[in-house]
């Protein structure tokens, strides 16, 4: 792991080990589950009309990133700060992009009986579910963890140094990088249906400042190696940050672009004969 | 026809053709060509030199964001115009070329000098980068704005 106290061997006790293993199964058993669950509302809604492909490609591809993040990157991340960035990119970031592209409470009204959809739409009505699902509320919960995480990262106290400390903190860590990154995602370019989606200006001016926030951190991440990160580690692993979160931020703009797009689409296309040059 | 979905405001032709262009050319300025000619393929600069004020830090971050949302915006409305009309090709490259020259002008003056944030290249003489970069954002800037105005009347 990245030692805390940058000095030496730090063997674990036995029960240490164990809880370090116990929360990499739990993660893993978690991640298949969610795979498992959408198969299962596939299976359940097959009498439907069909489900785009792309969705259900998109769905497990996002699981996919995040069994890669919680299982072999988590494992080289205890010995490189860059692979830790590269699993954060995956979990917070392109994960959560592909988990909301696979549109999972469309597939579970669809797959639910009337009664149980019935409820899960009232579920998604209620007052919180409708806070954190506000784009200003999730880009809060999504880059305050960040700063939180690594603005504190010097501070042999901090919860980056408690982070490797205990795989307990590790494991709220993670989950909250994953969820948070849902919940932000989904409040941008959300493809389920919500009754309070906030206005496209709004969400626009939410994912910009998201962005600057984003590329800054990554800056004072390359001039603030966390504690027990050599110089070098920390700078690469900015780097990734830094470019790497553009790949996916751009792809956010791209989204919203289209939305736009599609939402806009003139009326009077279909009708109009096609232009004559 | 303007008629367009309910809660959109209708824009006129040529507004939307301009702004596409202007936002284009601003944000390819400002994030396609740092990143790709001198981040990646010259390697003259790197995305942080350690030497920048936080006011600047903050500054960078912002532009470096909006920068990506006026390339993506362009794009897409230069894709709507696209549907609408015929795309007066010459005009859209003037806007772009003036959006351009004058966003990237801003970026030497403002960011670069003003706020003092990283250098265009390091360990030479910085002059004639200088001159470089601010003398093809002017041309850029002169040719899109005459471009522009031979091209009003047919827009």
Redesign the interface.
């Known amino acids: 792991m990245i030692q805390p106290s940058g000095a030496g061997a730090h063997v674990h006790g036995a029960a240490d080990v164990d809880a370090w293993a116990l929360v990499e199964s739990a993660a893993m058993t978690a991640v298949g589950a969610v795979a498992l669950l959408y198969a299962i509302a596939l299976w359940m809604s097959r009498h439907r009309s069909p489900w785009p492909r792309w969705r259900t490609a998109s769905w497990f591809a996002g699981s996919a990133c995040a069994a890669l993040a919680a299982g072999p990157i988590a494992t080289a991340a205890h010995e490189s700060f860059t692979a830790h960035m590269v699993g954060h990119l995956l979990l917070g970031m392109l994960a959560p992009l592909l988990l909301v592209l696979g549109a999972p409470l469309t597939l579970a009204l669809r797959a639910l009986p009337l009664d149980g959809a019935r409820a899960l739409s009232r579920l998604l009505r209620r007052a919180p579910v409708r806070w954190v699902t506000h784009p200003v509320v999730a880009a809060l919960l999504n880059g305050g963890g960040l700063w939180l995480l690594y603005g504190t990262g010097q501070d042999p106290d901090g919860l980056f140094a408690l982070m490797h400390e205990s795989a307990f903190v590790h494991a709220a860590v993670h989950l909250h990088v994953l969820l948070a990154g849902y919940l932000f995602t989904a409040s941008l370019v959300g493809r389920d249906p919500d009754a309070h989606r906030a206005p496209l200006a709004m969400r626009?001016g939410v994912?910009?400042?998201?962005?600057?926030?984003h590329?800054?951190l990554?800056?004072?991440l390359?001039?603030h190696p966390p504690v027990g990160v050599d110089a070098l580690d920390a700078q690469v692993g900015?780097?990734v940050m830094?470019?790497g979160g553009?790949v996916v931020?751009?792809a956010l703009?791209?989204l919203?672009?289209?939305g736009?797009?599609a939402?806009?689409?003139?009326?009077?296309?279909s009708a109009?004969p096609v232009?004559t040059? | 026809?303007t008629?367009?979905?309910a809660s959109?405001p209708a824009v006129r032709p040529g507004r939307r053709l301009l702004a596409s262009g202007l936002l284009f050319g601003a944000g390819v300025a400002a994030s396609v060509i740092d990143?790709l000619i001198f981040h990646l393929l010259l390697q003259w600069h790197h995305?942080?030199d350690?030497s920048?004020l936080e006011v600047a830090?903050?500054a960078?971050?912002?532009f470096?964001?909006?920068a990506?949302?006026m390339t993506?915006?362009g794009?897409?409305l230069l894709?709507?115009a696209a549907?609408?009309e015929?795309i007066a090709w010459g005009r859209w490259w003037g806007a772009v070329l003036a959006g351009l020259g004058g966003f990237q002008l801003l970026d030497a003056a403002v960011l670069h000098k003003l706020l003092g944030l990283h250098q265009i290249r390091y360990d030479v003489d910085l002059l004639p980068y200088d001159l470089a970069w601010s003398g093809s954002a002017v041309i850029a800037l002169v040719v899109g704005v005459v471009i522009l105005r031979r091209t009003r009347r047919r827009a």
């Open positions: 626009v994912l910009v400042a998201f962005i600057a926030a590329s800054m990554a800056k004072w390359y001039a900015a780097q830094y470019y553009d931020d751009v703009l791209v919203l672009g289209w736009w797009f939402a806009t689409r003139p009326r009077s296309l109009r232009a040059a | 026809m008629s367009t979905a959109v990143l995305f942080y350690l920048t830090l903050a960078d971050g912002l470096h964001a909006v990506w949302g993506v915006a794009l897409f894709a709507d549907r609408r015929r």
